[in-house]
């Protein structure tokens, strides 16, 4: 098992050489980038370049690449307007759909295998029209990930159009040839039903199509991206349930969220914390 971990611990912060070499300091073996202008500008072919070379540097694998997830105003500020490819309208979609295809073409100088990217936001509510921009969006995209060895993978949320249950009646019904998931397990543990349930119950209908894992933990009433262990998962049925996929060489990959405020850790003290939730993680795997 690898020791992945997503740069979506330090979005606020610039992507530098000294970032990733803690990264690596730290024990992690790859790294998923989350997409944002201030974090890494993924619209600039030098930048992409660089940190190609100081990955290889430190010895870290890029195995994805996390989708934008709001409209930058500039490279030190994001607007918080959303980016969607359920757009009903067909200039934003365009305007969305653009924006992703900036991030894949990423891969023309920084290679990587996987896109991930949500259906929509966060309280995106399901409608027919939705779902037909949907389609038509992925279907772009799709293409245009593909001539550059890229895999575009949607994720689970929290809100309607991306239940997994809505999800895999989307992938059978369009018949998207290359669409793919990648499982977020905290996302999962936040759906409404027994607690002891709600991993297994998001997993099985996306189990043939999940070629991702995100980990992360919550106390099952908000997004919190807590270190494994520190939340209310049962992590012992929750491995049970992921080891029932298909592929038994799932990335599985830590997606922490920052500590800030009175809390805040500094970079070795968050990257302490989430090696060790990792190696508790992975014994009880082992």
Same mark, same amino acid.
């Given at each position: 098992?690898?020791?992945?971990?997503?740069?979506?611990?330090?979005?606020?912060?610039?992507?530098?050489?000294?970032?990733?070499?803690?990264?690596?300091?730290?024990?992690?073996?790859?790294?998923?980038?989350?997409?944002?202008?201030?974090?890494?500008?993924?619209?600039? &072919?030098?930048?992409?370049?660089?940190?190609?070379?100081?990955? $290889?540097?430190?010895?870290?694998?890029?195995?994805?690449?996390?989708?934008?997830?709001?409209?930058?105003?500039?490279?030190?500020?994001?607007?918080?307007?959303?980016?969607?490819?359920?757009?009903?309208?067909?200039?934003?979609?365009?305007?969305?759909?653009? =924006?992703? +295809?900036? $991030?894949?073409?990423?891969? =023309?100088?920084?290679?990587?295998?996987?896109?991930?990217?949500?259906?929509?936001?966060?309280?995106?509510?399901?409608?027919?029209?939705?779902?037909?921009?949907?389609? #038509? #969006?992925? =279907?772009?995209?799709?293409?245009?990930?593909?001539?550059?060895?890229?895999?575009?993978?949607?994720?689970?949320?929290?809100?309607?159009?991306?239940?997994?249950?809505?999800?895999?009646?989307?992938?059978?019904?369009?018949?998207?040839?290359?669409?793919?998931?990648?499982?977020?397990?905290?996302?999962?543990?936040?759906?409404?039903?027994?607690?002891?349930?709600?991993?297994?119950?998001?997993?099985?209908?996306?189990? =043939?199509?999940?070629?991702?894992?995100?980990?992360?933990?919550?106390?099952?009433? &908000?997004?919190?991206?807590?270190?494994?262990?520190?939340?209310?998962?049962?992590?012992?049925?929750?491995? +049970?349930?992921?080891?029932?996929?298909?592929?038994?060489?799932?990335?599985?990959?830590?997606?922490?969220?920052?500590?800030?405020?009175?809390?805040?850790?500094?970079?070795?003290?968050?990257?302490?914390?989430?090696?060790?939730?990792?190696?508790?993680?992975?014994?009880?795997?082992?």
């Amino acid at each position: 098992m690898q020791r992945l971990l997503s740069t979506y611990l330090f979005v606020s912060r610039k992507l530098t050489r000294d970032l990733l070499n803690e990264i690596a300091n730290a024990g992690f073996q790859g790294v998923e980038i989350f997409c944002s202008r201030a974090h890494f500008n993924y619209t600039s &072919k030098t930048e992409a370049q660089e940190v190609r070379q100081i990955l $290889a540097d430190c010895r870290l694998a890029l195995t994805s690449l996390h989708a934008p997830t709001s409209r930058d105003l500039s490279a030190t500020r994001e607007s918080g307007q959303p980016l969607s490819i359920c757009e009903v309208e067909r200039v934003r979609r365009i305007e969305a759909m653009d =924006e992703f +295809k900036r $991030a894949i073409d990423v891969a =023309e100088d920084l290679p990587f295998p996987r896109m991930v990217l949500h259906m929509g936001g966060t309280r995106e509510t399901a409608d027919q029209r939705k779902r037909d921009a949907a389609f #038509s #969006s992925l =279907e772009h995209l799709i293409l245009h990930a593909r001539h550059l060895g890229v895999t575009i993978c949607v994720e689970n949320t929290t809100s309607e159009m991306g239940d997994p249950a809505y999800l895999r009646a989307f992938v059978d019904e369009t018949r998207l040839t290359g669409l793919r998931s990648n499982f977020d397990i905290g996302h999962a543990h936040l759906a409404d039903g027994p607690v002891d349930e709600r991993v297994e119950k998001g997993f099985a209908p996306l189990r =043939e199509l999940v070629v991702g894992v995100h980990l992360h933990d919550n106390r099952g009433e &908000k997004d919190e991206h807590l270190p494994p262990y520190e939340g209310t998962i049962d992590w012992r049925a929750a491995i +049970k349930t992921l080891k029932s996929a298909p592929d038994c060489n799932l990335p599985l990959l830590l997606e922490l969220k920052e500590k800030t405020g009175p809390d805040a850790l500094g970079t070795v003290e968050q990257l302490r914390r989430a090696r060790a939730s990792l190696d508790r993680f992975e014994e009880a795997w082992g």
